[in-house]
């Protein structure tokens, strides 16, 4: 059974930075694609991140310049780095690994 289990979301203020974090367990982590979607309210779920088990990443065009995705497979672990946050990044952030999704954790991006 895999379980993705995110953290390092909260509250920050427009321009901040913050570094979501997705522990996964139950697979072999470095054979698969990872992925970071968002969330917002009344709005479609939309693909943020992606990197692929080689480390090869794309971004959704609205977050190029700002958002890093990462992972490190002796940890399980892939994060997306989050810089000059704007309040339309406030969302609920998802990490996926194939046709399995974590939890999710908040960002909610405001002054």
């Known amino acids: 059974q895999v379980q993705l289990v995110e953290s390092g979301g909260g509250l920050v203020q427009p321009g901040g930075s913050l570094r979501l974090s997705c522990a996964a367990s139950?697979?072999?982590?470095?054979?698969?694609?990872m992925e970071w979607y968002r969330q917002a309210p009344g709005k479609q779920r939309e693909l943020v991140a992606h990197?692929?088990?080689?480390?090869?990443?794309n971004y959704a065009d609205s977050v190029k310049g700002r958002f890093t995705i990462s992972r490190d497979n002796a940890k399980n672990t892939v994060y997306l780095q989050m810089n000059n946050l704007k309040p339309e990044d406030t969302a609920v952030y998802y990490c996926?690994?194939?046709?399995?999704w974590g939890q999710g954790t908040q960002v909610t991006v405001s002054s």
């Open positions: 996926t690994q194939f046709n399995y």
């Open positions: 139950g697979s072999i982590f470095s054979l698969y694609a």
């Open positions: 990197i692929t088990r080689g480390g090869n990443t």
